[in-house]
């Protein structure tokens, strides 16, 4: 699959002129899914139209330069609400995906980072059809972040997850002014250049330095630093912290949209709808963070006072994960800190524990 | 890949009432296939579901010796348990699994065995107690200590008492609240130290029930000369999906449906005292 540091023959750009017209070809055979603004002016993932007059319209809302992209692409393998069978008083039919080829343009470097570590959550253990039939046949292209999409909330360069990704892709694109540098991570990325030709023309090797020098400044570009490296020792360690959950679950109104729009966070509740004696049975996002999330039938709740929730969130990240998969939970998108109403985020936790500053 | 999610179509065979509020349900997968391929151990627990309702993470309660069925002990206790208690002999329930690790079996062969259960306790112990009688000459003593709330409260009556006519077993009784012809004891089931030895030697203890009485009688266990890695006990956690994935019952970096519901206290002791809850 995904292999580090592959070489190819000839180093490979596009011209950014051509990226509207390379996807408007890729829609005809991919499940194309690329940043696109909103009615609102937000920017999402989203499926392109296959053909006609849609597409174009679509392809007018590409934004592949504002980088706000509000969501990670987790939902396009684990959607906040799955549907897994339909079923009647006697016979049950089974919903999953049928195979598709993806492609996701314009995967952030740390939202690729996560796709990877959800895919090998949903990969352990027992494997999880509903996700895994979803990443089949996918490519993704990322493109790394000349100035942090989140200037206050991005923390990439502490956590090695960005500007641009070292691994975890099929296709990276660096932006060295009008073209695109693509670095190739796989040989299905391979494939997919020699596939769209047309749009990939050979560089030339001075813009492998060139690219160098975007990827360094991109790094100087984020501004927020925090010590990850001291905070995953501290979490691992015995220091005691509660005082921090309790200061931060004080604040915390417990809305869950840290979690919902967290890249790597896979909580989900099953449930039943019936109508008419015909029924679906569903996931849908869930939050640790919520009280009924451990509520058990008798009414005992393990987990019943915030500041266990508060705790479980930020051990299950920068412990718990790590020490599972080696490496942590958090990719530092930032997001939570963005959409948090009351201003908790992670950098803000791993500050104040790391004692850079009080106050997560 | 198997979806993991789909449940099968069990038929319910029997229902035996063992309180005011617990049945056990003996149920048969329609298709012979899955009847025939739905190996499962000791302690293991099955996603139990009434299509249009939902899904609960229910014990195994009949023991894997015994072929062909599926026992279910249910409390009517949230919406999907009050439901099952509404059907009759011959409506279907929806099962998958088998899910969770099981008890240890091989490994406690030669050694005196305690069972010490409260309430509801004692149906997920009853698959490996059942298959400790079925093979009763390759164990030492068995000791079940038992107690309740009430004497309606006490599940498998029947069992109770056959199990005490098997040699070298004892079944002690305690409850709460007595009434009626009420002949054991009353008190808490630590209370039943005082009536039977409790001895660590050659010997291993399962312990299931509510998390206050877990604590005690792992207090009173360890008094009693039992190493943590000898007293072993289920996590009761809310579940979702039975198979790691949708994190209700993630407790430190574990997951009770896959790494559990059976752990050792010892196992129990590098869990975080805030997510343990016992």
């Given at each position: 699959m995904r292999r580090k540091g592959r070489k190819i023959m000839t180093l490979k750009k596009i011209s950014?002129?051509?990226?509207?017209?390379?996807?408007?070809?890729?829609?005809?055979?991919?499940?194309?899914?690329?940043?696109?603004?909103?009615?609102?002016?937000?920017?999402?993932?989203?499926?392109?139209?296959?053909s006609g007059s849609e597409l174009k319209e679509a392809l007018g809302k590409v934004n592949l330069n504002d980088e706000r992209v509000i969501i990670s692409p987790k939902d396009i393998f684990f959607p906040q609400l799955d549907d897994m069978f339909y079923f009647d008083k006697d016979k049950i039919k089974e919903n999953v995906e049928p195979p598709a080829k993806k492609l996701i343009f314009g995967v952030k470097p740390c939202?690729?980072?996560?796709?990877?570590?959800?895919?090998?959550?949903?990969?352990?253990?027992f494997e999880d059809i509903y996700y895994l039939s979803r990443t089949k046949d996918r490519l993704i292209v990322v493109i790394g972040c000349i100035t942090p999409p989140r200037p206050d909330a991005c923390f990439c360069t502490s956590a090695k997850t960005g500007p641009f990704a070292n691994d975890g892709y099929d296709l990276q694109l660096v932006d060295i002014g009008d073209e695109y540098l693509v670095e190739v991570g796989s040989s299905e990325g391979e494939n997919f250049i020699n596939s769209y030709s047309d749009f990939f023309k050979d560089a030339q090797e001075e813009k492998l330095v060139k690219a160098q020098v975007v990827k360094s400044q991109a790094a100087k570009n984020v501004k927020l630093k925090v010590d990850f490296q001291k905070a995953l020792e501290i979490m691992k360690g015995n220091k005691d912290l509660e005082e921090n959950y309790k200061r931060i679950s004080e604040r915390c109104i417990y809305c869950g949209g840290c979690v919902y729009v967290c890249p790597t966070c896979t909580c989900f509740n099953v449930f039943d709808e019936k109508k008419d004696g015909n029924g679906i049975r569903r996931k849908n996002w869930d939050a640790c963070v919520f009280e009924g999330y451990t509520r058990e039938a008798s009414g005992h709740n393990p987990r019943d006072k915030k500041v266990q929730r508060t705790a479980r969130r930020y051990e299950h990240k920068l412990k718990y994960d790590h020490s599972v998969t080696g490496s942590s939970g958090c990719t530092a998108c930032g997001r939570c800190l963005t959409s948090c109403p009351v201003e908790i985020g992670m950098s803000k936790f791993i500050q104040e524990i790391t004692e850079d500053k009080k106050g997560a | 890949m198997k979806n993991e999610y789909l449940p099968?179509?069990?038929?319910?065979?029997?229902?035996?009432?063992?309180?005011?509020?617990?049945?056990?349900?003996?149920?048969?997968?329609?298709?012979?296939?899955?009847?025939?391929?739905?190996?499962?151990?000791?302690?293991?627990?099955?996603?139990?579901?009434?299509l249009g309702i939902g899904e609960a993470p229910i014990s195994i309660t009949s023991s894997p010796t015994r072929k062909g069925y599926l026992e279910f002990t249910?409390?009517?206790?949230?919406?999907?348990?009050?439901?099952?208690?509404?059907?009759?002999?011959?409506?279907?329930?929806y099962v998958r699994g088998p899910y969770g690790?099981?008890?240890?079996?091989?490994?406690?062969?030669?050694?005196?065995?305690?069972?010490?259960?409260?309430?509801?306790?004692?149906?997920?112990?009853?698959?490996?107690?059942?298959?400790?009688?079925?093979?009763?000459?390759?164990?030492?003593?068995?000791?079940?200590?038992?107690?309740?709330?009430?004497?309606?409260?006490?599940?498998?009556?029947?069992?109770?008492?056959m199990w005490k006519k098997i040699p070298n077993t004892e079944v002690w009784l305690t409850v709460d609240k007595s009434y009626g012809d009420w002949k054991h004891n009353v008190g808490v089931v630590t209370e039943l130290w005082k009536k039977?030895?409790?001895?660590?030697?050659?010997?291993?203890?399962?312990?299931?029930?509510?998390p206050i009485m877990i604590k005690f009688v792992v207090m009173k266990l360890i008094e009693s000369g039992f190493k943590n890695k000898d007293i072993i006990m289920t996590l009761e956690?809310?579940?979702?999906c039975g198979i790691g994935k949708c994190g209700h019952c993630n407790v430190g970096e574990k997951f009770v449906c896959v790494d559990g519901p059976v752990f050792t206290y010892e196992e129990i002791g590098k869990i975080p005292a805030k997510e343990r809850a016992i």
């Open positions: 950014k002129a051509d990226v509207l017209e390379l996807l408007e070809c890729c829609a005809k055979t991919w499940k194309t899914y690329v940043p696109l603004e909103t009615e609102g002016k937000d920017i999402l993932f989203s499926l392109l139209p296959t939202d690729a980072k996560a796709i990877n570590f959800v895919d090998e959550f949903f990969k352990r253990n | 099968y179509k069990a038929i319910i065979k029997s229902i035996q009432k063992e309180s005011f509020d617990t049945n056990t349900y003996k149920v048969v997968f329609s298709d012979e296939k899955i009847r025939n391929s739905f190996d499962y151990k000791q302690g293991q627990f099955a996603e139990v579901s009434i249910i409390r009517g206790a949230g919406c999907l348990t009050k439901k099952i208690h509404q059907l009759n002999v011959g409506d279907s329930l690790n099981a008890f240890p079996y091989e490994e406690i062969k030669g050694k005196n065995i305690y069972f010490i259960a409260g309430g509801i306790g004692l149906p997920p112990l009853r698959s490996l107690i059942n298959i400790i009688m079925d093979n009763r000459e390759e164990f030492g003593n068995v000791k079940i200590l038992y107690g309740a709330k009430t004497p309606d409260e006490l599940c498998f009556k029947q069992e109770l008492e039977t030895d409790v001895c660590s030697k050659n010997a291993v203890a399962f312990v299931c029930g509510p956690r809310y579940m979702k």
